[in-house]
């Protein structure tokens, strides 16, 4: 049993899927998807507590075929770190899921929905496990063609959920194909799909002009999946119209599974080493980074809808992440490790709490939350402490991942690049206060809906702010997993 | 020369690919856009399976004879999982079309985009 516990977390959600199609009723529905979400998160909390105990990378052989015939799945300290973030943010929103999914969907639609669900999860955990490149395409597209319908399912009470789904769709099946071309070439260049096994072999052909463009169409389709600036266009329709468990779910976890892949692909596969990668990747990734962390925070401070505004600021999160990957080196990886494991739990938070104020009321505009401090005080806490997460204040999750990203630039004598983080960090700080001022400052018009809270709907958004604010304060457990995970792909000194 | 005649299924690939893509960016209707993305997909069914050829080799059946010569069968298998997601994605993405049509009355993204911001300033107005 033991040993199969590298495939079972993408096996349960997996198998879980039909059978809660088939199931009909929503509250049993509902209640498989917890059990199965909960089971993968206990497993991959097991995995990484194992992970973290022996060091050892753990091969699971499918249908006990060894690498390179047979397909592995991989627990390393990346993937292990990564996989309790997933599972975990799905417990939790599969907690939430149920109050927020009896407000916005139609009954009839809602054992599908979980299908979809957890087909999505399991999808994502796959991507994070397998060891096969071309697995990785596959579990991209059951995630990613889930997702297309979840998204959809917010046109019951937002018809704009479907042009969105509809360009979600075109631009995220782009991404995966340019993925698979680029697969294709270093195919016909190795004649393997085992990463481990393409990293071996693609030394001897790494100035070849193939496994140039390879690099290239692998990187684009994964920029693309992940809404690095300016490939971001489809993200915020699609987190904004669709139904709220579905933005806290997405928000929190998708586009950090193709960062994942991105680093597992770039710096696993073709290696720190690569002819050309520090200049082209990497500068690449640096120069969008940093103008998608200016360009989102700028437009979330535009945005009056709060599901669109946080959506926005993924975008400068997404930032941060891409000029970790940027600085190419142990440090910067660890940074982006670390903020990908941070904003997932700050975006948890933020969009659960919006979510349970706009399964109320239709929507979470600043209109809506005119006042709402008094009226619902745990709820706007919430967005609060996500707010002062993602500008990096000291004792919030945030500042860990601003204080080694701007670490690993000075590391490089990035000296420019680490004052434009600090900068557009602390820009931030006008949509957060510009909430701050809504919510609390200003007298709740009359008229205005009455907003209500019960622990329905502030627990699962507190159980992420808890987090955030126990990931700030004891960051040392995160830090360490982090640089373990960086070392995997690049060696050296912490 | 030689070498272009040689590599000619890739060019086709290619060309392929880019009507394909061409498409997907170009057009404003969605059933012109999801035509464009299956002939994208299309593209890198063929490049997949052109490179599982083998000069001389025949289809891979196993009949004990050791000498035979045989084309690599992986690429073919991947890509029929991919062809599976295709149609798939095909399938989503029309089912996605009938309900903008029902909901929207058109699928012409720059009549769509109008709707959508007249609806987005009617929301920006009450927020």
């Known amino acids: ?25 929503r509250d049993m529905a509902w209640g498989l998807a917890l059990l199965l979400t909960g089971a993968a998160f206990l497993i991959s909390i097991i995995l990484f507590s194992q992970q973290q105990m022996t060091g050892e990378t753990l091969v699971y052989d499918l249908g006990g075929w060894p690498a390179p015939i047979g397909i592995v799945y991989v627990i390393d300290a990346a993937s292990a770190l990564v996989l309790p973030v997933i599972s975990g943010i799905a417990f939790v929103a599969t907690i939430a899921a149920r109050r927020l999914v009896e407000a916005e969907i139609d009954a009839r639609d809602h054992a599908l929905f979980y299908a ?11 991507q994070v496990t397998t060891g096969d490149a071309f697995n990785i395409f596959v579990f991209l597209e059951i995630s990613s063609l889930s997702a297309y319908a979840l998204v959809a399912m917010g046109a019951g009470r937002d018809r704009r959920a479907l042009p969105a789904a509809f360009n979600y769709l075109i631009l995220g099946t782009v991404g995966a194909t340019f993925y698979v ?17 393409l990293s071996d072999r693609l030394a001897d052909v790494q100035s070849t002009r193939a496994a140039f463009t390879a690099l290239a169409f692998i990187a684009l389709g994964l920029f693309l999946k992940m ?25 929190a976890t998708a586009t950090k599974v193709s960062v994942y892949v991105l680093i597992r692909l770039v710096f696993g596969v073709f290696g720190i080493d690569f002819p050309g990668l520090a200049d082209a990747v990497g500068l690449l990734v640096l120069t969008l980074g940093i103008a998608g962390a200016f360009v989102g925070t700028l437009a979330a401070i535009l945005e009056t809808d709060l599901k669109k505004l946080f959506a926005q600021s993924s975008i400068a999160q997404l930032g941060y992440m891409a000029i970790g990957i940027g600085a190419m080196s142990a440090t910067g990886l660890a940074a982006a490790f670390i903020h990908l494991f941070n904003h997932a739990l700050m975006k948890g938070a933020l969009f659960l709490a919006i979510g349970a104020i706009a399964a109320q009321v239709g929507r979470a505009g600043m209109g809506t939350i005119q006042g709402a401090g008094r009226q619902i005080p745990l709820t706007m806490t919430a967005i609060l402490v996500g707010g002062l997460a993602l500008i990096g204040v000291p004792l919030t999750a945030g500042f860990i991942s601003k204080l080694y990203l701007v ?11 680490a004052a434009l983080t600090f900068i557009s960090s602390a820009l931030a700080l006008a949509y957060v206060w510009k909430i701050i001022e809504t919510a609390w400052l200003k007298e709740r018009p009359k008229g205005a809906p009455v907003l209500v809270e019960t622990p329905v709907h502030y627990v699962p958004a507190w159980l992420m702010v808890i987090a955030t604010i126990g990931f700030g304060i004891f ?20 | 020369m030689s070498n272009l005649i040689a ?7 290619i060309a392929l690919m880019m009507i394909g893509f061409y498409a997907v960016i170009a057009r404003g209707n969605m059933v012109k856009k ?52 295709g149609v798939a994605t095909t399938a989503v993405g029309y089912a996605l079309i009938i309900r903008v049509y029902e909901s929207y009355g058109t699928i012409e993204d720059d009549e769509l985009i109008k709707i959508i911001e007249t609806e987005e300033n009617a929301e920006a107005g009450d927020a």
Do not use: C
């Open chain 1, 1 to 25: 049993m033991m040993q199969h516990l590298p495939i079972l977390q993408v096996l349960l959600p997996l198998l879980g899927a039909p059978l809660a199609a088939l199931l009909r009723h």
């Open chain 1, 116 to 126: 979809a669900w957890l087909l999505t999860i399991a999808g994502m955990l796959g």
């Open chain 1, 181 to 197: 071309i680029g697969l294709g070439l270093l195919y016909m260049l190795t004649g393997t799909l085992n990463l481990v096994d």
């Open chain 1, 227 to 251: 809404a690095l600036f300016p490939l971001h266009f489809w993200l915020v329709p699609a987190y904004a119209h669709a139904p709220s468990a579905v933005s806290a779910l997405m928000a």
């Open chain 1, 407 to 417: 670490r690993a630039l000075l590391e490089q004598d990035f000296w420019l690049l």
């Open chain 1, 475 to 494: 960051a040392s457990p995160l830090v360490d997993a982090a640089y373990a995970a960086a070392h995997v792909f690049i060696g050296g000194a912490r």
């Open chain 2, 7 to 13: 590599h000619w299924n890739y060019f086709l690939v």
């Open chain 2, 34 to 85: 999801m035509v464009g993305l299956s002939i994208f997909q299309t593209s890198v069914f063929m490049l997949y399976i052109s490179m599982g050829k083998v000069a001389n080799g025949t289809a891979p059946i196993l009949t004990g004879d050791t000498t035979t010569l045989y084309a690599n069968p992986l690429p073919h298998v991947l890509i029929l999982t991919a062809i599976v997601v």
